[in-house]
């Protein structure tokens, strides 16, 4: 039976339009037209969907405390590291959906700097640490894992073959969860908090 739209053109702001209550939706450039919500390519739209939604979370948190890396005399925000990364995940979704959009070197190499800016302040890491200390630090562990999973489901989607993505991209997914436990981990220190590390010997 099909359904009455009508009503839709009659709202100008309308936050929904009904099209997707079958289970299926449309892409940019998505050729075989209609798909379904469960397949491989929407699961890695709303991964990375859900990585750039907690990110805000993190983002409002860091900007009410200031926090800073610091650089020699300089300092970046980590509101302002956060936003550019939620600007390139918006670019990773529009190259899933279909776009000739994709990560540049550049974008890569600025979170590749942020990564060695911070091991240059911290110890190496010898062991497993235990997600917590800050909501800032625990936030930014948290956000790690929803990368890993953002990686993990582009590349499904690649070797899948229902897009091409571009290799940058998939490298950049890569740091990305390197530099979110960098970040995490600068963040305790901050705070005079020491690291916290499995205990494998209770």
Known sequence: MKKDKSHLKKAKNILYTG???NGTTTLYNCKQGRISKSAVLIEALGSID???AYLGIIKV???IDKIALKVGTKKILYSKIIEDIQQDLF???AE???SKMTMGKNEMKKIEKIIYNISELLPPITSFTISGGSIISSGLDYARTLARKGERRIVTVTEEGSRIIGVNTISYMNRLSSVLFAMSRYA???FSIPENHP???K
């Open 91 to 93: 670019v990773i979704q």
């Open 199 to 201: 205990d494998y010997n």
């Open 188 to 190: 305790n220190h901050i």
């Open 50 to 52: 859900e990585l750039n």
């Open 96 to 98: 899933l959906g279909g």
């Open 19 to 21: 099209f997707g209550d």
């Open 61 to 63: 948190y860091a900007d």
